[in-house]
């Protein structure tokens, strides 16, 4: 994992050249909206169990999904969902303090889809859990704080997609 200072130095010096104006830019930026992640990151940290409560309540909760025959119709099933969503929750956390999605492909995408195939989890309805974790999480850290841990979850998504 790196973060926003690590991942534009490295930028720069592979190519062998100095901080331009729009990497400069980009760091003023990731400083200035320091105070806003630390303080986004305590919140989710403080409710993450009532936003992927909430995520599940309003993703999947009563859809067929939870259904006898559904994917997450047995206890067991339903934990492993309600634990995939809390590591989304947290590695995107750790993305948005970082202001680095890298740590996304590390620890959760990089194989996910096709593990997610071959155990049948239906990948749409994974998608709509971490749209409606954005939507929960936005309510919680507030507008500013929840646009930024929205690129994070996006990431996710599209990931998966």
């Known amino acids: 994992m790196q973060d926003a200072i690590t991942s534009l130095i490295n930028s720069s010096d592979v190519q062998g050249k100095y901080l331009d104006n729009n990497s400069l830019d980009k760091l003023q930026h990731?400083?200035?909206?320091?105070?806003?992640?630390?303080?986004?990151a305590t919140a989710?940290?403080?409710?993450?169990?009532?936003?992927?409560t909430q995520t599940v309540a309003k993703s999947l909760l009563?859809?067929?999904?939870?259904?006898?025959?559904?994917?997450?119709?047995?206890?067991?099933r339903y934990a492993a969902c309600v634990r995939d969503l809390d590591y989304f929750l947290r590695y995107a956390t750790y993305a948005m303090l970082a202001g680095d999605p890298s740590i996304l492909d590390e620890r959760i995408l990089n194989g996910l889809r096709e593990t997610y195939n071959s155990l049948g989890?239906?990948?749409?309805?994974?998608?709509?859990?971490?749209?409606?974790?954005?939507?929960v999480t936005n309510?919680?850290?507030?507008?500013?704080?929840?646009?930024?841990?929205?690129?994070?979850?996006?990431?996710i998504a599209s990931g998966l997609s």
């Not at 990731?30 to 303080?39: E, F, I, K, L, Q």
């Not at 009563?62 to 067991?76: E, K, V």
């Open 62 to 76: 009563y859809t067929d999904i939870t259904a006898p025959g559904g994917n997450m119709y047995t206890c067991r």
């Open 139 to 155: 309510s919680i850290v507030g507008a500013e704080a929840g646009k930024e841990m929205g690129v994070y979850f996006d990431y």
């Open 121 to 135: 989890v239906p990948i749409g309805a994974t998608i709509r859990a971490v749209q409606a974790m954005k939507e």
């Open 44 to 52: 989710i940290s403080a409710n993450a169990k009532t936003i992927v």
């Open 30 to 40: 990731y400083y200035h909206t320091g105070d806003m992640r630390a303080r986004a």
